[in-house]
């Protein structure tokens, strides 16, 4: 039986995907939390394979696309699709390695709140910025300095996933805000030119945060595309 498997993104956890869990219940999605118990993109895709037998559908936003195209590399067989929402198959350029050095920095001496508030409207669009800027900070401080700079440190030291995208054969769904301010649009672009089946779609008015911004869209493109990859489910559809 395939299984849908939704990824965090760096500093969240299940609160990203609450807007989602209805739409998505017939397929019975689980939420990993691999991100905040390993140190490197690589040992989180491998514990997330380790994890969860059989074949996947992967759904991961921003640092959880990151985990999502290397369990991808890994195991490819092991793979159904994949959904890759706000994300990035580079590496950190020079000038992001020195910002998330710095920010390490300061995590490292308590003050995580002087790093994250000043950079929320960063993660969203305008429209949204104010109603969601106080559960976006909720998450991100609840994660605490040591995840954050763990994950941190596991982004900066990420492989390029560009070199082996263009192997993956199976569905794949890119999906970005049209405003990302974080993962711009152009990195979406690339990953969807990269591999073969790829769909991709542009989330208007909207920022990084896709899932919390926009979800009437992300939870109608997922369920329709849910509903092409894992087909058993076919029969009984969201309501």
Do not use: K
């Not at 369990?71 to 580079?90: F, H, K, N």
């Not at 104010?130 to 998450?139: H, K, N, R």
């Not at 192997?167 to 152009?186: I, K, S």
Request: with cysteine.
């Amino acid at each position: 039986m395939t299984r849908l498997i939704l990824l965090p993104g760096l500093a969240s956890n299940e609160a990203l995907w609450r807007a989602q869990r209805e739409a998505l219940a017939p397929w019975s999605p689980h939420v990993t939390d691999v991100h905040t118990r390993e140190d490197s993109i690589p040992a989180m895709a491998a514990a997330l394979l380790r994890e969860h037998a059989g074949p996947l559908v992967l759904c991961g936003a921003s640092m959880g696309g990151m985990i999502a195209m290397e369990a991808a590399r890994q195991a490819p067989e092991r793979i159904a699709g994949l959904a890759l929402l706000g994300t990035d198959a580079r590496p950190d350029s020079p000038m992001m390695i020195a910002l998330r050095t710095n920010a390490i920095t300061t995590f490292a001496q308590g003050r995580v709140r002087e790093v994250i508030e000043p950079n929320i409207a960063f993660a969203f669009h305008p429209d949204h910025a104010q109603a969601l800027a106080g559960s976006y900070l909720d998450f991100v401080l609840a994660a605490g300095a040591d995840q954050l700079i763990r994950q941190n440190r596991a982004v900066i030291a990420r492989p390029d996933a560009r070199v082996h995208l263009p192997q993956v054969r199976h569905p794949v769904l890119v999906m970005c805000g049209d405003t990302d301010q974080l993962t711009p649009p152009e990195r979406s672009q690339e990953i969807a030119a990269l591999i073969p089946q790829a769909r991709l779609v542009m989330v208007p008015r909207c920022g990084h945060m896709l899932t919390m911004e926009r979800p009437d869209v992300v939870n109608a493109v997922l369920v329709e595309w849910l509903s092409t990859v894992i087909p058993a489910v076919q029969d009984s559809p969201p309501r």
